[in-house]
């Protein structure tokens, strides 16, 4: 017979349960982030962070990112 789960390995089982449906919904959606990076949104915002600032943060990164790759390849 295996020892009990402690208590802090079902959580862990549960956030990661959680991290592979978002994964899955944020795949579908098309976001283009992976876990670690779901992982550390979901952590922003279970410490307060607005899931809508957050949201507009990526897509101006992501959009300065784009622009600044797209001037490279021009050359």
């Known amino acids: 017979p295996s020892p009990p789960a402690s208590s802090q390995d079902v959580k862990r089982k549960a956030a990661r349960e959680v991290i592979d449906i978002l994964h899955e919904i944020a ?3 098309n976001t283009h982030l992976d876990r670690q990076q ?3 949104c979901v952590s922003l915002i279970e410490n307060g962070a ?3 600032a957050l949201a507009n943060v990526i897509r101006k990164l992501r959009s300065e990112y784009d622009a600044s790759s ?3 390849e021009a050359e």
Request: proline share 8%; no cysteine.
């Open 27 to 29: 795949t579908l959606l």
């Open 50 to 52: 607005n899931p809508e």
């Open 38 to 40: 779901l992982s550390y």
């Open 70 to 72: 797209g001037e490279g």
